[in-house]
């Protein structure tokens, strides 16, 4: 589940899209719409080293990885 925030922002994101997320954070975002079936991969990009290992993991526990990729 995600915030209120972004559902708003999901809420634009045409079916079938390649998502580019900067600023992913934790990848919460990517990883809701690749479950919904929403988008068909995504780009997520993250200069903070913190949030970035924390998408890794989260990508990685959602078992998404070959759906997804980190810049």
Do not use: C
Request: charged share 25%; net charge negative.
């Amino acid at each position: 589940m995600i915030s209120k925030r972004l559902e708003l922002v999901a809420s634009f994101v045409p079916q079938g899209a390649i998502l580019l997320d900067v600023g992913s954070d934790h990848a919460y975002l990517p990883i809701e719409l690749v479950e919904r079936g929403q988008i068909k991969s995504a780009i997520a990009g993250e200069v903070v080293e913190g949030p970035y290992q924390s998408a890794v993991k989260n990508v990685e526990a959602h078992g998404l990885k070959e759906k997804s990729r980190f810049v």
